[in-house]
């Protein structure tokens, strides 16, 4: 039977051993339970997954979302975000699977430059823009990623969808001649603003002071004074000024009190004094736009271009350009030498010649170059991305495009109608013909 008390430490020990074991086997288990807690799959969509993290992460923002509705506006239900938010992670899924089987990818440099236009649409530089994702609980590289899907998914249905849609020269005049075709393209205006301030309490003696200040304002605006100038400077002598940028506005949001002499007004024009209890005001229309006017500037250009290549560095190229504008200088014809050297195909038999085009129609340091230029002035080779140019300048003239770009804009507007309800259609399609598994927690 052996020693009773040796028998008795012995099974304490292996009870012991025991509960330790156990102990141990329970931590581990937790510990596990507690990592496929954290992240887990909860649905299954064609090849791919959706794990609770995505899901959690985009609850979080939708919910930050709501809580800025308008005042008033009733929240969803927790099940009914929670759905959607569901069905939306589904949605984007196929997509992205869509667009990787099809091979459309969207590289850094591509993403770099929409982060930049997302920034500056935004009035931020970059590193703002990069606090700004932070401080909304979003790591930049996440906020990266998520760009660059919305990039693909935009990318996948205008790949998909565009060649559905069609808008005829009918839709479009019939649009024209609707109540709502007239209301959207009144015309606009954008108003600089400002007012020479006649503080509450002002004494009869002060105001006729204030105004003559204000008439002195009138006759210097036609001697030159600039509107920008004035605008900035914040004060008048004694008295303050206050200047705004109205915006772009259409007739009917316009202060009563500038709205009789605005549509008679051409750009550049300042009308004041015109006096209010707050003080005397004076407007300059910027710009007009809208069905009513729409007039491009419109130059008439020739060029010279010459390429790098496997043979040709860029600066010999250079020195080629800077050969050509000598010998142009020195009296040899530029056409000739547009067609013997020029290596753009479009317009190299035609002397270098571009046809009338507005600045928009070329990349940003051609459009710069032509606008400091005089009619009738030929540039220094410049570069672009295209090579080296040698430019001249022909003509200028504003022509009114307004019937064109009316109908450009209504050939938009009925082809986005036309987009938003043919993707509704589409994505109800894709969802119905892909294998989803919603997965419970037990699975």
């Known amino acids: 039977m052996g020693n009773p008390l040796v028998n008795k430490i012995f099974k304490t020990q292996q009870i012991l051993g025991i509960v330790l074991l156990l102990g141990a086997a329970l931590q581990v288990s937790v510990a596990q339970a507690q990592v496929q807690w954290l992240d887990r799959s909860i649905a299954i969509v064609e090849d791919s997954v959706i794990l609770q993290s995505q899901f959690d992460a985009r609850l979080i923002n939708i919910e930050k979302k709501l809580d800025f509705r308008p005042e008033g506006a ?6 009914v975000i929670e759905q959607q938010v569901l069905d939306v992670l589904i949605l984007e899924s196929i997509q992205l699977q869509m667009a990787q089987r099809r091979g459309i ?59 559905r849609i069609a808008v005829s020269a009918q839709e479009i005049d ?15 205006y954008l108003l600089s ?20 200040e204000a008439n002195a304002i009138a006759a210097e605006f036609k001697q030159g004074l600039s509107f920008l100038e004035l605008s900035r400077s914040g004060a008048r002598g004694e008295y303050t000024l206050r200047a705004a940028d109205l915006g772009w506005r259409k007739i009917v949001g316009i202060p ?4 009789k002499q605005v549509p008679a007004m051409v750009k550049g024009d300042i009308v004041g004094p015109i006096q209010s209890p707050s003080g005397f005001h004076f407007i300059r229309l910027e710009e007009k736009r809208g069905a009513a006017v729409h007039i491009v500037d419109e130059v008439l250009i020739r060029h010279i271009l010459v390429s790098p290549n496997e043979v040709r560095t860029d600066e010999y ?3 080629l350009a800077m050969s050509l504008s000598e010998r142009i200088k020195k009296g040899e014809d530029f056409a000739v030498l547009a067609k013997q050297f020029s290596e753009d195909p479009g317009s190299a038999q035609e002397g270098g010649a571009l046809g009338w085009a507005g600045y928009d129609k070329y990349v940003p340091a051609f459009s710069a170059t032509a606008k400091r230029l005089e009619v009738g002035e030929m540039s220094e ?22 019937v064109e770009f009316q109908r450009n804009q209504i050939r938009h507007l009925i082809f986005n109608r036309k987009f938003e309800e043919e993707k509704l259609n589409w994505l109800r399609k894709i969802r119905e013909e892909s294998f989803v598994e919603i997965l419970t927690p037990e699975a």
């Not at 080296?388 to 022509?399: D, F, G, K, S, Y």
Request: cysteine-free; proline content about 3%; overall charge neutral.
């Open 317 to 319: 190229t250079k020195q």
């Open 193 to 212: 603003h400002v007012l020479l301030t006649v503080p509450t309490g002002t004494s009869v003696q002060t105001l006729a002071k204030i105004e003559k």
């Open 74 to 79: 009733p929240k969803p239900s927790r099940a």
């Open 256 to 259: 009563s009190l500038f709205a």
């Open 174 to 188: 019939s649009y024209l001649n609707s109540a709502e075709g007239q209301q959207r393209l009144s015309t606009e």
């Open 381 to 402: 080779p410049f570069q672009t991305q295209f090579g080296w140019h040698i430019l001249n300048l022909l003509e200028r003239r504003n022509e009114d495009r307004s």
């Open 105 to 163: 990818r969207i590289d850094d440099d591509e993403l770099n430059t929409a982060v930049q236009g997302i920034a500056g649409q935004n009035k931020m530089t970059l590193q703002e823009f990069k606090v700004a994702v932070q401080e909304d609980g979003l790591s930049y590289l996440d906020a990266r990623e998520q760009i660059r899907s919305e990039m693909l998914l935009n990318r996948v249905q205008q790949w998909t969808l565009r060649n």
